[in-house]
T-cell receptor, first 115, second 114 residues
Framework: EPEVTQTPSHQVTQMGQEVILRCVPI?????FYWYRQILGQKVEFLVS????????KSEIFDDQFSVERPDGSNFTLKIRSTKLEDSAMYFC?????????????FGPGTRLLVL | AQSVTQLGSHVSVSEGALVLLRCNYS??????LFWYVQYPNQGLQLLLK??????LVKGINGFEAEFKKSETSFHLTKPSAHMSDAAEYFC????????????FGKGTLLTVNP
């Protein structure tokens, strides 16, 4: 069964450093998403992406964040200058279409720790 | 704006007992509701979803949920718990229209005792 994959599974970085989290969505899906979960808190939406542009973003997704689909398979989340509060589990998801009833398929997550 | 409240961050049941995980939602438009499960070191996996076709929704692994508009609830149940059901369960709502994102509850950790 096709699945969303994410790399790395864990990342430790120093405050102020740039990190890139990578995701490979399911191959025939058209919509891509990033969510994050700070330890002990809710899973929060960051951004959705379709047709090579951002379709929706949350207040969390400020200028420090960017997303890119550099080739036909990868979908990346870049945090330009990490802060301590960026420490969280980051989930990538994809869906075949953007319809509200559509299932979003999630990857296993990347646990980011900012020191 | 939509929101989800999951009552009980931790639920413990005995193997063979009824599982009931509670979810209440708030939405200004008819909602689409989802239950996801997360096993240790894995991603979120869809259990079931409500898309207005039927109020009682059956999902994988013997789980089901009933949409009750009058109670703004979408509780998840399973008649008989199995050890393999131990995981974290997330309720999520999506408002529809051009709103693409899922709004999640805080999750409920289910433990199953032998």
């Amino acid at each position: 069964e096709p699945e969303v994959t994410q790399t790395p599974s864990h990342q430790v970085t120093q405050m102020g450093q740039e990190v890139i989290l990578r995701c490979v969505p399911i191959s025939n899906h058209l919509y891509f998403y990033w969510y994050r979960q700070i330890l002990g808190q809710k899973v929060e939406f960051l951004v959705s992406f379709y047709n090579n542009e951002i379709s929706e973003k949350s207040e969390i997704f400020d200028d420090q964040f960017s997303v890119e689909r550099p080739d036909g398979s990868n979908f990346t989340l870049k945090i330009r200058s990490t802060k301590l509060e960026d420490s969280a589990m980051y989930f990538c998801a994809s869906s075949p279409s953007g319809g509200p009833q559509e299932t979003q398929y999630f990857g296993p997550g990347t646990r980011l720790l900012v020191l | 704006a939509q929101s989800v409240t999951q009552l009980g961050s931790h639920v413990s049941v005995s193997e063979g007992a009824l599982v009931l995980l509670r979810c209440n939602y708030s939405s200004s438009v008819p909602p689409y509701l989802f239950w996801y499960v997360q096993y240790p070191n894995q991603g979120l996996q869809l259990l079931l979803k409500y898309t207005s076709a039927a109020t009682l929704v059956k999902g994988i692994n013997g789980f089901e949920a009933e949409f009750k508009k009058s109670e703004t609830s979408f509780h998840l149940t399973k008649p008989s718990a199995h050890m393999s059901d131990a995981a974290e369960y997330f309720c999520a709502v999506r408002a529809g229209g051009s709103n693409y994102n899922l709004t999640f509850g805080k999750g409920t950790l289910l433990t199953v005792n032998p």
